[in-house]
T-cell receptor
Framework: GAVVSQHPSWVICKSGTSVKIECRSLDFQATTMFWYRQFPKQSLMLMATSNEGSKATYEQGVEKDKFLINHASLTLSTLTVTSAHPEDSSFYIC???????????FGPGTRLTVL | RKEVEQDPGPFNVPEGATVAFNCTYSNSASQSFFWYRQDCRKEPKLLMSVYSSGNEDGRFTAQLNRASQYISLLIRDSKLSDSATYLCVVTGTSYDKVIFGPGTSLSVIP
């Protein structure tokens, strides 16, 4: 199957700093990637759809100025959590569609802890 | 009503048991359906796609009933390694809308 990587796998930062998370499709091109957030014991919540070469589409309730998404190439999307606060601490997961019939392939996730 | 609903669980079953999970979705225009499994503190991994004709992969069988807007997953001869949360996923055309169900937790007990 297709492989999606994420970096970093975990990060601890101080409140007020910005954190950038990278999502890469390693062996295929992904025109669309997705960013999710998952709080403990809850299901994944779609934050935004990242489209190569255009603006991301954000889900209702997700602040686009706080969660900056850049999809500059067919293999890389980045999510930047700006001015992170403790309530932003969560598990952030990206995914990419390899072939529609095969569903989404997920990166290993990034665990963000904001102190 | 939530767009995708699943059995609340948790399911605690002995090894070797057969267990079935149910999922319903509200949008009749949904196009693609999948079952994922997620282990604790890990990313979801695709288990199988779900087709109207049914889909079987070893001990796992998935069914889709479009008329009832219902998806099922059957696991036969449960193994300890099947313990995980099972997520029902529904998408629109061209992945313009991707909805995850809340998940159903399964624990297979020795």
């Amino acid at each position: 199957g297709a492989v999606v990587s994420q970096h970093p796998s975990w990060v601890i930062c101080k409140s007020g700093t910005s954190v950038k998370i990278e999502c890469r499709s390693l062996d295929f091109q992904a025109t669309t990637m997705f960013w999710y957030r998952q709080f403990p014991k809850q299901s994944l919540m779609l934050m935004a759809t990242s489209n190569e070469g255009s603006k991301a589409t954000y889900e209702q309730g997700v602040e686009k100025d706080k969660f900056l998404i850049n999809h500059a190439s067919l293999t890389l999307s980045t999510l930047t959590v700006t001015s992170a606060h403790p309530e932003d601490s969560s598990f952030y997961i990206c995914s990419a569609v390899y072939q529609q019939a095969e569903g989404q392939f997920f990166g290993p996730g990034t665990r963000l802890t904001v102190l | 009503r939530k767009e995708v609903e699943q059995d609340p669980g948790p399911f605690n079953v002995p090894e070797g048991a057969t267990v079935a999970f149910n999922c319903t979705y509200s949008n009749s225009a949904s196009q693609s359906f999948f079952w994922y499994r997620q282990d604790c503190r890990k990313e979801p991994k695709l288990l199988m796609s779900v087709y109207s004709s049914g889909n079987e992969d070893g001990r796992f069988t998935a069914q889709l009933n479009r008329a009832s807007q219902y998806i099922s997953l059957l696991i036969r001869d449960s193994k300890l390694s099947d313990s995980a949360t099972y997520l029902c996923v529904v998408t629109g055309t061209s992945y313009d809308k991707v909805i995850f169900g809340p998940g159903t937790s399964l624990s297979v007990i020795p």
